[in-house]
């Protein structure tokens, strides 16, 4: 549900986000829907299943901790390990310096009876005294460390990366002092990306809430890809949850709805073209030209999902919506389509909701908190993606 995944996302905030941390929150979030999921089957009322699912994870930095505790114990059992190697050897070099005709030592049976450190090789049966003191000559050679040569190698490449960029920081500074006044092409790139996020924020105008307005801190990633991504998701997921029950009023008693319905939804500011058609199975069709490649695909869905169960809510007539959503690098015969069913819709209410909700029509947004069910069902994960699914159509 939209609430759990921006509670997911604040818990997040301020952290860069790698591979590996995106997954744990989409693992986290997962367990978060199917835990407030089971909640709810167990006959808990909505608010209080999404209370206690959120004080069951309130923060993440056991998980972390948890990850550092265990790279610790695996360089203690390392050190561990390296210990028991030094004693064995130090042992085995005991046992040289007590060999006969060593001045001032005990002969080579004493020296078998010295006691045996921890950690140290164990003489098989029937070597006598002589034989051990020859054993631990041979395993002192042979755990003899070999020189180590690599500090010299790590510090002459260390040398020459030192010298490269004393090197090329002079000869970029005599290039910037010859292209006085052309920007470079990373500064383009990066004044298009600022551009094109502002171009964002000004289309959220439109129709749409602002990516970052609203919702608290905004989140920052190191890659500006990723960072549009998330901005312009986020301005979806948004306009969804901030959208009013007072816009579906302002258009009810109407026969079907027109382009000025739609403007008033998520995606409008995508909205190029719609038609109606009358009759026993009326229709209307939406047209969706332009769609930011920014946009993550399961908003789309959410959003597609959204704006049909509005149109069958205030449209009783109504039966079927279409639409044809096509992304801004893509062309006419590369675009999807959806075609969502009143029939179909009522009845996924019907199941998910246990029979609450069995019909799509005006009474769902007498007020906001019954419209908020709705919206609620609508943004679950396995409730959007399994009607899209139904509703898209291959080409």
Not at 60 to 86: H, L
Not at 89 to 96: C, L, R
Not at 166 to 178: H, K, P
Not at 187 to 200: E, F, G, L, M, P
Request: hydrophobic share 35%.
């Amino acid at each position: 549900m939209n609430e759990l995944r921006m509670y997911v996302e604040h818990l997040f905030e301020g952290r860069v986000l790698t591979q590996e941390s995106i997954e744990l929150k989409e693992e986290i979030y997962g367990n978060l829907v199917a835990r407030y999921e089971d909640y709810i089957a167990g006959g808990m009322s909505e608010a209080e299943a999404l209370e206690k699912t959120k004080a069951s994870f309130t923060s993440i930095e056991d998980v972390f901790k948890e990850s550092g505790e265990a790279e610790d114990s695996n360089a203690g059992e390392a050190a561990s390990a390296q210990a028991g190697e030094s004693g064995a050897a130090s042992w085995n070099a005991g046992a040289v310096q007590a060999a006969p005709g060593a001045d001032g030592m005990g002969s080579a049976a004493e020296t078998a009876q010295m006691p045996r450190p921890e950690g140290a090789p164990v003489q098989p049966d029937g070597v006598g005294a002589e034989g051990q003191a020859t054993a631990g000559t041979q395993a002192a050679l042979k755990t003899r460390s070999p020189r180590k040569i690599w500090p010299f190698v790590v510090g002459g490449v260390l040398a020459a990366f030192i010298l490269l960029a004393i090197v090329g920081t002079a000869v970029f500074g005599l290039i910037d002092e010859a292209d006085v006044g052309e920007p470079s092409s990373t500064a383009q790139s990066i004044t298009q990306n600022n551009s094109s996020t502002t171009d964002t924020n000004q289309g959220a105008e439109n129709g749409q809430a602002g990516g970052t307005a609203g919702g608290g801190a905004a989140q920052n990633y190191d890659d500006l890809d990723d960072q549009r991504e998330y901005e312009a998701t986020k301005q979806v997921d948004e306009a969804i949850a901030a959208h009013s029950v007072d816009t579906l009023k302002n258009y009810t008693g109407n026969s079907l709805p027109d382009q000025g319905f739609f403007e008033h939804l998520p995606l409008s500011m995508y909205v190029s073209s719609t038609g109606a058609e009358q009759g026993s199975n009326a229709s209307c069709s939406v047209q969706y030209a332009g769609v930011s490649d920014d946009i993550d695909g399961d908003a789309i869905d959410r959003a597609l999902v959204y704006n049909a169960v509005a149109a069958f809510s205030v449209y009783p007539e109504l039966q079927t919506v279409n639409f044809t959503v096509q992304k801004a690098d893509d062309t006419a015969y590369d675009a999807s389509v959806y075609s969502f069913n009143r029939n179909t819709l009522e009845h996924a209410f019907d199941n998910a909701s246990g029979g609450a909700i069995t019909q799509l029509n005006s009474s769902l947004y007498e007020s906001q908190e019954s419209w908020d069910q709705v919206r609620d069902y609508v943004t679950r994960n396995h409730f959007y993606d399994r009607q899209t699914d139904l509703a898209e159509i291959d080409d």
